[in-house]
């Protein structure tokens, strides 16, 4: 990714970002609404940066994206920093024998 397309998806919006995901999954608006249960205009005014979805749905969300909650949130370099910690959490978590939910990371600075 050229550095020029980076910075554009670093500065995004959350309405932005998530429209992205979604048409990248081949997602339409209305099919992305009726498997949350919720309402196309919902869809459309969270796209629009016009309201935020409940927290509630951002774990559902996450999950039809197939991302975690910190990648649908995060954008450059907060975005990087939890895709590094996901994949050492990953790497932990097999190393020791565990899943990564149970691996748990803290960063002093």
Same mark, same amino acid.
């Given at each position: ?7 554009? &998806? *670093? ?17 339409? !608006? ?14 459309? *005014? ?6 935020? +979805? ?6 559902? &969300? ?14 450059? +370099?907060?975005? !990087? ?5 996901? !994949?050492?959490?990953?790497? &932990?978590?097999? &190393?020791?024998?565990?899943? +990564? ?9």
């Amino acid at each position: 990714m050229d550095q020029v397309r980076r910075q554009d &998806i *670093s500065a995004e919006s959350f309405g932005a970002r998530l429209r992205r995901l979604r048409s990248a999954k081949g997602i339409t !608006q209305s099919e992305f609404a009726a498997a949350l249960s919720v309402s196309t205009a919902a869809v459309c *005014s969270w796209e629009q940066d016009r309201s935020r +979805p409940k927290v509630s749905r951002i774990h559902a &969300i996450a999950a039809l994206l197939s991302l975690s909650t910190a990648e649908l949130l995060t954008s450059g +370099p907060t975005g !990087q920093l939890h895709e590094k910690l996901a !994949q050492s959490r990953e790497e &932990i978590a097999r &190393i020791a024998g565990t899943t +990564p939910e149970k691996v748990r990371i803290i960063i002093e600075v």
